[in-house]
């Protein structure tokens, strides 16, 4: 199978390497949270959106909505230790695409706004995958997200949740765009970007 991921500092024989910025970390407290209840998971929401705010208020590198995209991650990955413990982890996997046109769509929707400087530091390689995959569509993710930014009942978190559950059993939404996350050994083959921007 041939599939296509994006990065800024592969080269072409290199082994992708999961999680390698290492941000898995950010994902387990909200995990440890959900064991215990909405009011604790909540808190804990609450204390990463302030802690983002002192990251702001003295210019300290910091994500936008750094607690959402991680409190989605923890919802998502406690659904699938608890309900789908043989699919891939989010957390433990890289991200790719079995077709061109998505890697050309995600890649304007994630750099649409950055400078030309930026867009030109993303690469696009043809990989070899061993091992295991998922096949999940993103735009659940991506729905997940959006309820995670307006959290305020137990109700909602359900809806996450079931989110996370149509994902890993490799439903599709309306909108649907498929990602492969697998968590094999890969490698970049060869570097296509000229397709990515042409």
Known sequence: MV??????????????????????????????????????????????????????????KGMPTHEIKWATEGVFEYIRRKEFPTACSRLQSNYYFDNIDNCKELFIEDWENATQEEKDRIRLFEIELTGNISKCDMRLFDEAFDLMYDLKCPEDLEKIKNLARKYFSGEKGEDYVMEIIGDGVAVAKKDITEMLKG
């Open 3 to 60: 599939l296509y991921h994006m990065s800024e500092t592969l080269k072409p024989g290199d082994e992708l390497k999961s999680d390698y910025k290492e941000y898995a970390d950010l994902a387990e407290p909200f995990v440890k949270a959900l064991q215990y209840s909405f009011d604790t998971f909540y808190g804990m929401l609450l204390t990463a959106d302030y802690v983002g705010c002192v990251f702001a208020k003295y210019d300290l």
